[in-house]
Nanobody, 124 residues
Framework: QVQWIESGGGLVQAGGSLRLSCAAS????????MGWFRQAPGKEREFVAA????????YYEDSVKGRFTISRDNVKNTVYLQMNSLKPEDTAVYYC?????????????????WGQGTQVTVSS
């Protein structure tokens, strides 16, 4: 049974930074791509960023390019999301997820193991 431990969310002013972490225990995900998704109130869950199994390739949703950075540490079985220059529209619950593929995919259906989510709130 996989257990995800997400941390790093919180309340921050616009322009500030947060670093989200997502650690898995019970199973290793070093052979799979990892992703971050977010869901704002009243909206569908949306793709934010993904990283391939080795960490050498990343992909971002347009609105976060240049502000967010996804990374991973396969020894620690952990994926990170560094978020800089935060905006009020980044407010959402952020979820990490493990893909069924080694290379990057943005399709939600390709991610079968999800963290419990961490709240990020950006005040204006």
């Amino acid at each position: 049974q996989v257990q995800w431990i997400e941390s790093g969310g919180g309340l921050v002013q616009a322009g500030g930074s947060l670093r989200l972490s997502c650690a898995a225990s019970g199973r290793t995900f070093s052979s799979y791509a990892m992703g971050w998704f977010r869901q704002a109130p009243g909206k569908e869950r949306e793709f934010v960023a993904a990283i391939n199994w080795r960490g050498g390739s990343t992909y971002y949703e347009d609105s976060v390019k240049g502000r967010f950075t996804i990374s991973r540490d396969n020894v620690k079985n952990t994926v990170y999301l560094q978020m800089n220059s935060l905006k009020p529209e980044d407010t959402a619950v952020y979820y990490c997820a493990a893909s069924t593929k080694r290379e990057i995919t943005i399709a939600t259906s390709r991610y079968l193991s999800w963290g419990q989510g961490t709240q990020v709130t950006v005040s204006s």
